[in-house]
């Protein structure tokens, strides 16, 4: 099965494990990137991974 190129807000949060709400909130302070299709907003497939390996880096920074 193909991974689908973009996904509903609500598919990224359940990515994620987190909340629609708290997806909104990430989305809005651009920490998740995300594009409008017509009036919905759609959330790239990357952009989740990228936003996961950013956690990651800051992470072990605030460790060191």
Known sequence: MRTPLLLT???AARELGIGRSRMFELIGSGAVDSVKVGRSRRIPTAALGE???RLR???RQEVA
């Open 9 to 11: 807000v609500e598919e």
């Open 51 to 53: 936003y996961v390996d």
């Open 57 to 59: 880096v800051e992470q």
